[in-house]
């Protein structure tokens, strides 16, 4: 065997064994999620933020050309086809398995953390519709009277402001969770993505390659808070959406009316798709014209701008990804937030978590 093919199959089986293994929680908290990753993504953000353009696009740009070369290559010659086909499929096994090795090391391999439950040690006891209708009345409450002041914050701060204003809110929960450092936040950025994003109706990504953000252009002032408190949780290692929902909605909480606002509206939003009809409108009832606005200008951003089977599509895909990454419940996933929530409300200690001081 050459060289090059004894590196090829070392590098597919190096990622057959990291996608299969059976990894313990409490090694990779230990030397992953606290170890190794706190102080990589702390650099690679760093760096990553002088750009303003997304290392991903770049990422996505020079394979495509890579690819586009070596099949080029592969396929030009008559005759010889088959044995070249071989090659450059290997060849791209291999990059597709030095994506996955990067993918899992750089921050995938934080799905595999202890489950923010049990880390906060919350109650298990299934949570009750009337504890997420409670939850609910709260959220449209908080909403009501902090319109007026989220609204005239939001007209004065920028895009700037807003990251700069609530960059220590993100410090202060992390480390209330536990977190030694907290994670760099880092900027929102536009992307060659923005049109996908627009159509799949997504706020916004973490890139796992350069641990940056990259945001949906059409976002409106109410939502872009807690849509940067989200994926910078997912910068400080919390991969699954329940647990960046919930350390994003935390860290709102700590933040400026605008974000406050931004945080209950995010929350409002997931627990009206959890409750059945009769709950639903009732709940709905309680919400003053400010709120019930804003939901309106989001639920027409996304119409304008969806496609809705490449929508459905898509996150049937997203779904298989969260379950390849063993989130069992895929992009359900998203929902739980709200347990989160009700149940950290039913424990003492996790309480001091919601109460900002
Ligand atoms: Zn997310």
């Not at 890139?207 to 997912?234: I, K, M, Q, T």
């Not at 996304?302 to 895929?330: F, I, T």
Request: with cysteine; proline share 5%.
């Amino acid at each position: 065997m050459e060289t090059r093919n004894l590196v090829q199959a070392g590098v597919i089986a190096g990622a057959l064994g990291t996608a299969f293994a059976a990894w313990s929680p409490a090694w990779v908290e230990r030397w992953f999620a606290t170890g190794f990753y706190p102080h990589w993504q702390r650099g690679l953000t760093a760096v990553s933020n002088l750009l303003p353009l997304p290392w991903l696009d770049l990422l996505v740009a020079a394979a495509l050309v890579w690819l586009g070369r070596l099949w080029w290559q592969a396929l030009r010659i008559p005759g010889r086809r088959l044995v070249s086909s071989g090659r450059a499929l290997a060849s791209t096994a291999t990059g597709a398995a030095c994506l996955y090795l990067v993918f899992m090391g750089s921050w995938g391999l934080n799905y595999q953390r202890l489950p923010m439950s049990v880390r906060l040690a919350l109650d298990a006891a299934p949570v009750t519709t009337d504890e997420v209708v409670r939850l609910g009345e709260d959220a449209a409450g908080q909403l009501n009277s902090l319109h007026g002041a989220a609204t005239a914050f939001g007209r004065q701060a920028g895009e700037a402001e807003m990251v700069v204003a609530l960059a220590p809110a993100a410090g202060t929960i992390q480390r209330q969770l536990g977190q030694a450092r907290p994670a760099v936040p880092a900027r929102l950025k536009g992307s060659l993505f923005g049109q996908v994003f627009r159509w799949n109706g997504v706020d916004a990504m973490t890139s796992p390659f350069g641990l940056e953000v990259l945001v949906n252009p059409d976002l409106l002032a109410v939502e872009r808070p807690f849509v940067a408190a989200h994926e910078w949780a997912h910068l400080a290692g919390y991969a699954v959406e329940a647990e960046a929902s919930f350390v994003g909605w935390l860290t709102c909480l700590r933040g400026d009316p605008l974000a406050q606002y931004s945080g209950w509206l995010a929350l409002y939003w997931q627990v009206v798709a959890e409750l059945p009809p009769v709950r639903r409108a009732a709940l709905q009832a309680r919400l003053q014209a400010g709120p019930r606005a804003d939901l309106d200008a989001i639920a027409a951003r996304l119409r304008r701008g969806e496609l809705p089977r490449l929508r459905l599509v898509s996150w049937l895909m997203y779904d298989q990804y969260l379950k390849a990454n063993r989130v069992e419940s895929g992009v359900d996933s998203y929902g739980e937030v709200v347990s989160l929530i009700v149940r950290a409300r039913r424990s003492t200690a996790a309480r001091r978590l919601l109460l900002p001081d």
